[in-house]
């Protein structure tokens, strides 16, 4: 059966930014909608432990954060819905979106809050294997890899948690980055290099992967291309886990909404409402909108922005 709904206000998104924006929305008795993507939780659902949460002294592990999150906002009366948005028509009022299954809801005011997906190689090889022995989350998929060689590819802080996690549980890690210098934070660094120290994770600098080779039910090896030396190698490995950052979840958006580089575009278009996008009443929060700060923390607090923003705006325009 189609789903045919109507509400002042619907947040696209299940991450800190959404779950925040639906609490302060659902205090200020708008009773919104929030529909949660693809994957309920967002990207915190697959981190091992969040370790820069204020309050969680002893860390937290991601999910059981978005649980908090979920708990949180469904105390106050917001209706969460598992679906995924595959169009909008924002040109008029009340704005369209339409789900899985055909499934359609309207409303005034539009909270984007859709996250980021993990970036690709772009090599065929990838899209074979993946799921044979290639994966984006070492703490979903590690464990099947137990005792086994693995490989992990990138430099920033998901990268680095990736190979200290496996570390702990894998025969050997080797990282591969294309660049010597690492931006992920140096509390993260420091247990990194006590692990290449012990000889359990390999580094392998200015290497970027070519190509990908296996049998039809895993991957076992590498081609990898070391700029530095100009040459090219092929490492045995029995998994691959990509981390080489993220880009934000707007496709649907193109030519819809202002953007900068796939990231949606805000403030520079109403003064009043600093979360507002180039469409009167659509407002962003989270890695959506951020290509710089891209933490819990930074996402939750705009989602608390977002909202206040569009219950400001639902009042001035009478909605």
């Not at 992990?152 to 496996?166: D, F, H, M, Q, S």
Request: charge should be neutral; hydrophobic fraction near 40%.
């Amino acid at each position: 059966m189609n789903i045919n709904k109507h509400s002042r206000l619907i947040i696209l998104g299940s991450g800190p930014a959404g779950y925040t924006a639906s609490i302060y929305a659902a205090r200020a008795n708008l009773n919104p909608i929030l529909i949660t993507g693809l994957i309920q939780g967002g990207q915190l659902t697959t981190t091992n432990e969040v370790d820069n949460w204020p309050s969680a002294y002893n860390g937290i592990l991601g999910p059981d954060l978005m649980n908090n999150f979920l708990k949180h906002s469904k105390r106050f009366g917001t209706e969460i819905l598992n679906d995924n948005i595959t169009d909008v028509d924002l040109n008029s009022k009340p704005f369209q979106l339409i789900g899985e299954y055909n499934n359609k809801y309207t409303c005034e005011a539009l909270i984007i809050s859709t996250g980021a997906s993990f970036k690709k190689l772009g090599l065929k090889s990838e899209e074979k294997f993946f799921g044979k022995g290639i994966s984006n989350c070492a703490t979903c998929d590690g464990f099947f890899y137990k005792g086994k060689d693995v490989t992990v590819v990138g430099g920033g802080n998901t990268a680095i948690e990736e190979a200290i996690y496996l570390s702990n549980i894998c025969k050997s890690v080797t990282l591969i980055h294309r660049h010597d210098k690492f931006k992920a934070e140096p509390i993260i660094l420091e247990k990194f290099f006590k692990k290449v120290s012990s000889g359990i994770i390999k580094i392998k600098l200015f290497c970027t992967i070519n190509d990908i080779h296996g049998n039809d039910s895993n991957i076992s090896s590498l081609d990898i291309f070391n700029a530095q030396l100009n040459q090219l190698e092929t490492i045995k490995t029995d998994a691959l886990f990509i981390a080489i950052g993220h880009q934000p979840n707007t496709s649907i958006f193109k030519n819809k909404i202002e953007m900068s580089e796939n990231y949606l575009l805000t403030k520079k278009f109403n003064d009043e409402f600093a979360t507002m996008t180039s469409i009167n009443g659509v407002f962003a929060a989270g890695d959506v909108q951020d290509s710089i700060y891209r933490q819990a923390i930074t996402s939750a607090a705009s989602g608390c922005m977002a909202a206040i923003d569009a219950i400001k705006w639902l009042e001035y325009e009478g909605k």
